[in-house]
């Protein structure tokens, strides 16, 4: 059968139940992240938009099942 692996590291025999904690990473160049961040939203709104057309064109529903 399997065979469970606990790591016990404290003292009393108990489990470590926390995390590794992972390092911080710090980004200085963000002078172009709200003109990326527009572009992305925008291009998934268009995104959903054509779905939306799309799914009224082949089902005759604005959102098929609900309405």
Do not use: C, H
């Not at 692996?5 to 139940?17: A, P, V």
Request: net charge negative; aromatic share 10%.
């Amino acid at each position: 059968m399997g065979r469970s692996i606990s790591i016990t590291t404290e003292s009393g025999g108990r489990q470590n139940i926390f995390p590794t904690e992972v390092k911080t990473q710090l980004v200085e160049d963000y002078t172009n992240y709200p003109v990326e961040a527009e572009k992305a939203n925008g291009r998934w709104a268009m995104i959903g938009f054509i779905a939306l057309i799309g799914s009224y064109a082949t089902t005759g529903q604005i959102i098929p099942g609900i309405f």
